[in-house]
C-alpha cells in the first residue's frame, strides 16, 4: 500500500502483486531392491503353543444345617384350689390393699411375702408359699379388715409364723406379738389351713388375749376354758371351735382330758400357740410334760425373753416346738446357728426407729445408816451360820440369806428406814406435779404394800398376786383413766407380761429381779407401741451390797443373751452357778457347774 | 390348642422368660385365680440357642424363642385355659399367632417404654398414623421391623399389644370384666422369677 499526498487530504490505492516466477527441476532417481531374506521368515506361520486347563467340576455340594425344635423340659406344679373364694368374683390379685375391706383401714402398698421355711423340702411345697399373693394383699381381703395399719414389720412378723410349724416370735416386749400372732391365725383359719387352735397363756393374761382377738379378729369365734371341771370337760370336747383359749394352770388340771377326751385318742389341735411360753423352760415341769403332750400339728411360741437364765431354757422351748433339736451341750454361739429359721426377735432399736427413747438412770443409793446397821449384822450372821454350816450349807440356805438382805436394802426391818423410799418419793414428786404416770416394781407383795402407805398422795393402785384375777382389769382401767391416780405397784410375777401401759412414762425397779429379761418385760409395759413420750427407767441399786454384787451377774446374763440373738462374739457365763452363788459372799462353792438361777 | 382344657375356673396366665447370663433362658408360667392364688406353675429348663439359630433367625429369633419355643410349650402344659395371657417380656407377644387367646405386655408401672416417644401422629416418625383410637399409643418394635404395638390403660395397668391384634383389647376389658380396675398384673411376675430361681436352686 502506497501512501501518495493528495492535495490536502490523503487517498488509499490497492494494486495486485506481481506474479511469481516458477522454475521447474526434473528429479529421476533409480530403485533397486534390497535382499534382507525377511520375506521368507514373514511367510513362516507363527508357532502358538497350547496349555490345556481342565475344567471338571462336580456338581455343587449342599450343606445341611439342622435346625431342631429341640424338646424343651417343663415342670409343672399344680395347686389345690384356695377354700375361700373372694365375693361376687371380687379380685385380688394384688389388688389395692384395703380396696375390698368393708370396715377398718385400708391397708397401705406393700408387697411383704410368704417365704418358705428351709425344712420345707418339697419343690412344690416351697413353691406354694413363694407364689401366694403379697400379705398385704391377702388381707386386703374385706371380711379381713383391720383395726390399725400394722407395721411393716409386723407383717414380716406374720410372714414368718404363717408357713412355720415350727417357731419363736422372740421380739421384744412392745412390738406386738399379740397382735402378729392373732393375723397369722386368722388368715390360717381363713384358708382354711387349720381349724382348731388352742392359745395358752398365763392366767392374768386370759382376758388381755380375749380383748386382742375381739380386736384384731372379731370373726373369729372364741372360747376360753373355764369354770368347773364337769364344765370344761364339756368345753374341751366341743367341736368346730376354732380357737380355744387356756391358762397353763387349767392345761395341767385337764390333762388327762386332753390325753384321751376323744375316746382313747387326745383331743387334736391344728396349732398351739404358747404364750409366755419361759414358763416351760424347766424341761422337767409339769407345764412343760403337760404342753409336750397336746396332740398338734403346729407348735409357736412367743416370748419376749426366750433366754432367760440360761441356754437351757431355749432348749426346753425347744423340747415343745422340735422334740431333740437343741441339746443343752450346744455352743451358744452353734445353738444360735441353728435355730435362726425357728426364731424371729426383734427389738424396738431394730425396728421401731420412730419410737421414742427408753432412758435409764441407775440410781445408786447408800443405805441409810439403821439399814447399814442392820444390814451389816444380817450379813455377819448369816455368813457365820453358812460357815458353821460347813458342807451341810445347801442352796437353799444361800437363797435366803440373799433374800433377806434384799430385804434390807428395801426398808430396814427394825425401824423402816429406807434410803430408796426417800428417792422415790422425791421423784413421784416430779411425776405427779407434770400429771404424768409411773410404774414402781417390786419383788415382794409386801414391799408394796409398805410403799402403798408410804405413797398415798400420789394415789397408788396395786396390781399383784393378792389381786384377785376378777378385779385386774379394774385396776389397770383405774390407773389409766384416774388422773389422781399417779403410780401402780406391781409385783414382777403379776405385771411383768402382756399387760399395755404405755400411757405411764416412768418406770422404777424398787428392786432387781434375778435375771434382765424379766426386767425388759416389766420396763416394756411402758415403752411400747403407742407410747407418747420417752420411757424413763430409774433402777435402784444399794451401794455395796448383795444388789451390787448380783447386778455383776445380770450383765453376764444380758452378753448370753447377745451371743445367741445377735451372733455377737464372745459367749459370756451362762448365768449364774452355784459356785457363783455361793462366791457372793466369798464361801466355797458346792455343786461345781451346776445352775442355780 | 386350648381345646380340652379346663375353662371353668376364671383364671389370668402371667408368662415370662428370665435371660440368665449363664445358663440360658428359663420359662416360668403362672396361672392365677381372680383372687390372686396359683392354680399352676409351669417352668422350663434353661435353654440356649446355638449357633444356627442365632444366624439364621436373625433378628427374629427371640420372638421364635420366647413365643413359639417357650411360651407354646408351657401354654401346652397347663390344665387350666386362663381368660388372657399377660406378658412382662415384649417378645412373648409372638405367641398370639399360635394362640386363641389374647395376649398383652404388661409395661411396668410408672415407667415408659422407651420407644413409647413413637406416638402416632408424630410427622417426623416413619409409618406413624393417627391413632385409631383416641387415646391409643403405638409404640415401635425395637428392631423397626417387627409388628407394631398399641398400648392402652385397663384399670391400673398398662398394656400393649401387637397392632395386628388390636381387637384383643376388647377381649381383655370384656374378658376380665369390673375386675380389671383393681388387678395389679404387673405383681405376679416378681412371683415368677421368685419362683424360677427356686427351682433352678432345687435343681442343683
Excluded at chain 1, 185 to 206: F, H, Q, T
Aim: with cysteine; proline share 8%.
Amino acid at each position: 500500500m502506497n501512501r501518495q499526498p493528495i492535495g490536502e487530504s490523503e487517498l488509499f490505492h490497492w494494486a495486485p502483486p506481481l506474479a511469481p516466477e516458477v522454475v521447474s527441476r526434473d528429479f529421476c532417481f533409480t530403485t533397486e531392491p534390497l535382499i534382507t531374506g525377511w520375506n521368507r521368515a514373514l511367510e513362516r506361520p507363527l508357532a502358538i503353543e497350547a496349555t490345556t486347563i481342565p475344567f471338571s467340576s462336580a456338581a455343587p455340594r449342599a450343606i445341611q444345617i439342622p435346625i431342631r425344635r429341640a424338646s424343651i423340659r417343663v415342670r409343672s406344679f399344680e395347686f389345690p384350689e384356695p377354700i375361700e373364694t373372694p365375693r361376687t368374683e371380687q379380685p385380688a390379685i394384688a389388688a389395692s390393699p384395703g380396696q375390698g375391706q368393708a370396715a377398718g383401714v385400708s391397708l397401705k402398698l406393700g408387697t411383704t411375702r410368704i417365704r418358705p421355711p428351709q425344712d420345707v423340702i418339697k419343690l412344690g411345697d416351697r413353691l406354694q408359699y413363694l407364689l401366694q399373693p403379697p400379705l398385704e394383699t391377702l388381707l386386703s381381703d374385706r371380711e379381713l379388715a383391720m383395726p390399725f395399719q400394722p407395721f411393716p414389720f409386723q407383717f414380716e412378723g406374720v410372714a414368718f409364723l404363717y408357713p412355720r410349724h415350727a417357731a419363736i416370735l422372740a421380739d421384744e416386749m412392745g412390738l406386738g406379738k399379740t397382735m402378729q400372732a392373732i393375723t397369722t391365725i386368722r388368715l390360717l383359719l381363713r384358708r382354711g389351713e387349720i381349724r382348731s387352735a388352742l392359745m395358752v397363756c398365763p392366767k392374768p393374761l386370759v382376758t388381755n388375749w380375749q380383748r386382742e382377738f375381739h380386736l384384731w379378729a372379731p370373726e373369729v369365734p372364741t372360747l376360753v376354758i373355764e369354770g368347773e371341771q364337769a364344765r370344761r370337760a364339756w368345753q374341751w370336747r366341743l367341736p368346730d371351735v376354732p380357737l380355744r383359749i387356756a391358762n397353763y394352770e387349767v392345761l395341767i388340771r385337764d390333762r388327762e382330758i386332753l390325753a384321751c377326751g376323744e375316746g382313747d385318742r387326745p383331743i387334736p389341735f391344728d396349732l398351739v400357740v404358747l404364750d409366755e411360753s419361759q414358763r416351760i423352760k424347766n424341761r422337767g415341769s409339769t407345764t412343760s410334760e403337760v404342753v409336750r403332750g397336746l396332740s398338734r400339728r403346729r407348735s409357736w411360741a412367743l416370748t419376749g425373753t426366750p433366754v432367760e437364765n440360761s441356754a437351757e431354757d431355749l432348749v426346753g422351748i425347744f423340747e415343745f416346738l422340735a422334740p431333740g433339736f437343741l441339746s443343752p451341750e450346744m455352743k451358744p454361739r452353734k445353738m444360735g446357728r441353728t435355730i435362726c429359721d425357728y426364731v424371729l426377735r426383734r427389738t424396738k432399736e431394730q425396728v421401731l426407729t420412730e419410737l421414742p427413747p427408753k432412758m435409764f438412770r441407775d440410781a445408786d443409793l447408800e443405805l441409810t445408816p439403821e439399814q447399814r446397821e442392820t444390814y451389816r449384822l444380817a450379813e455377819e450372821e448369816g455368813i457365820f451360820r453358812l460357815t458353821a454350816m460347813g458342807e451341810g450349807a445347801t442352796i437353799q440356805h444361800v437363797f435366803e440369806l440373799v433374800l433377806r438382805l434384799k430385804q434390807i436394802c428395801n426398808f430396814d426391818t427394825a425401824t423402816g428406814a429406807s434410803s430408796k423410799l426417800e428417792r422415790l418419793e422425791a421423784d413421784l414428786e416430779e411425776v405427779a406435779g407434770s400429771g404424768r404416770k409411773a410404774i414402781v416394781f417390786s419383788q415382794w407383795v409386801s414391799t408394796i404394800k409398805r410403799l402403798s402407805k408410804a405413797l398415798r398422795r400420789f394415789g397408788p393402785l396395786e396390781y399383784h398376786g393378792q389381786i384377785p384375777s376378777s378385779h385386774r382389769d379394774g385396776v389397770i382401767r383405774q390407773f389409766r383413766e384416774e388422773r389422781s391416780a399417779h403410780v401402780i405397784l406391781m409385783s414382777y410375777g403379776a405385771g411383768a407380761v402382756g399387760l399395755n401401759l404405755q400411757f405411764a412414762n416412768y418406770v422404777f425397779l424398787f428392786d432387781r429381779w434375778w435375771n434382765p429379761a424379766v426386767e425388759d418385760q416389766a420396763i416394756n409395759r411402758a415403752h411400747r407401741i403407742g407410747t407418747s413420750g420417752p420411757t424413763t427407767v430409774t433402777r435402784f441399786l444399794s451401794l455395796d451390797t448383795i444388789e451390787e454384787r448380783i447386778d455383776h451377774v445380770l450383765q453376764e446374763k444380758r452378753e448370753l443373751f447377745d451371743t445367741i440373738f445377735s451372733g455377737a462374739k464372745g459367749p459370756g457365763k451362762l448365768g449364774l452357778t452355784h459356785n457363783e452363788l455361793f462366791g457372793l459372799f466369798a464361801l466355797p462353792g458346792r455343786g461345781v457347774g451346776k445352775r442355780a438361777a | 390348642m386350648e381345646s380340652g382344657k379346663n375353662t371353668s375356673k376364671p383364671a389370668i396366665g402371667f408368662l415370662t422368660v428370665i435371660d440368665h447370663p449363664q445358663h440360658g433362658l428359663f420359662g416360668g408360667y403362672l396361672v392365677l385365680n381372680l383372687a390372686g392364688r396359683p392354680l399352676e406353675f409351669h417352668c422350663t429348663a434353661p435353654i440356649k440357642p446355638n449357633r444356627a439359630q442365632h444366624i439364621l433367625y436373625g433378628p427374629t429369633l427371640e420372638s421364635f424363642l420366647y413365643g413359639e419355643q417357650i411360651g407354646s410349650t408351657l401354654l401346652g402344659h397347663a390344665k387350666t385355659s386362663p381368660l388372657v395371657v399377660c406378658t412382662d417380656r415384649e417378645p412373648v407377644l409372638s405367641l398370639r399367632d399360635l394362640v386363641d387367646l389374647p395376649v398383652a405386655l404388661v409395661l411396668p408401672p410408672g415407667e415408659s417404654l422407651p420407644n413409647e416417644t413413637c406416638q402416632a401422629g408424630k410427622p417426623d416418625l416413619p409409618g406413624a398414623g393417627k391413632p385409631d383410637v383416641p387415646g391409643v399409643l403405638r409404640v415401635d418394635p425395637p428392631h423397626g421391623r417387627g409388628p407394631r404395638l398399641i398400648t392402652f390403660e385397663l384399670g391400673r395397668n398398662r398394656l400393649a399389644l401387637s397392632q395386628q391384634k388390636s381387637d384383643d383389647r376388647k377381649r381383655f376389658s370384656e374378658r376380665l370384666g369390673e375386675a380389671a380396675s383393681a388387678l395389679d398384673l404387673w405383681e405376679p411376675f416378681t412371683r415368677i422369677r421368685e419362683a424360677i430361681e427356686e427351682a433352678q436352686q432345687a435343681a442343683r
